[in-house]
C-alpha cells in the first residue's frame, strides 16, 4: 500500500507494511504478498494471490489451517507490541512499539495512557482488573469497538474482502490513500452515540495521518 501526500510537489510515495487500525497489510492475508512488476495495482495483486491459493497442494491447505486455527490474525498483529512474548502488553510495552514506528513522545505517551486504560479491563481472564493495566492477548478479541472498519471481524480474524469493500469506497478509485480519505475513512464508519467507538478509532486515524507526513516529508 502507498500513502503519497496529496501536493504533488512532494516526494514520491513510499511503500509501508503497517497501518494503524489494519496492521501488517503485506502479511495480514493468509498467504505471502508475491512479487510484482512496479507499477502493478492492488487490484492486481489480488487476482495473482487467488490464483497461488488455488495452486495450493491438500498437504499446504491443513498446514495453513492448522497455524492459522492457533493464533487469531488481531493477536499476531498484537505481537509487535509484546516484544517479550510473556502475552501481556504493558502501557510501557505501547510506548515502545510506537516509538520503534516513529511516532514523536506525545503520542507514543497518548497511545500508551489510552490504548491501556480502555482495553486492559475488557481483556482480563477474570473481573479484577490488572494492577498495571495490562492487556491480554489472549482475549484481545473482547477489545474490538464499534465505528470501525470491521476489517477484523469478532473472531478477530482480517477480512481481506471488507478491506477491499472500505479501500474502494474511500480511496476514490485510487492505489492510495491520502490523509483526508484516511480521515473520511474514520467519518464515514463513525455510528450515532458510540463515543468510545469515535475516541478509539480517532486515536487510529491520527497515528494512521501522522505516519503519513511522516514519510512523505521523511
Known sequence: M????EHSNQAPPQTINWLAGVGDICHCASFERP???????????????????????PDKVQEHRRV?????????????WDADR???IYPWDIYIGFSKLGFNIALCLWAAVTMAVCSSYSTQANWLPH???????NNIHRSRHGSTTATYDLDAE???????????KYA??????????????????CCAN????WFAGGLECKSSITKLAQLCHG
Request: hydrophobic share 35%.
Open 68 to 80: 492459522k486455527t492457533k493464533r487469531s490474525a488481531l493477536q499476531r498483529h498484537c505481537d509487535f
Open 2 to 5: 502507498t500513502l503519497p501526500e
Open 131 to 137: 494492577p498495571l493495566f495490562a492487556i491480554n492477548i
Open 158 to 168: 482480517i477480512d481481506m474482502r471488507r478491506f477491499d469493500s472500505i479501500f474502494d
Open 194 to 197: 458510540d463515543w468510545f467507538g
Open 86 to 88: 510473556d502475552g501481556l
Open 35 to 57: 512479487n510484482l512488476a512496479a507499477g502493478t495495482t492492488r487490484r492486481s495483486w489480488r487476482q495473482v494471490e487467488s490464483s497461488q491459493q488455488m495452486a495450493l497442494t
Open 172 to 189: 476514490d478509485g485510487k492505489d492510495y490513500l491520502t490523509s483526508r480519505t484516511l480521515y473520511n475513512v474514520w467519518a464515514g464508519q
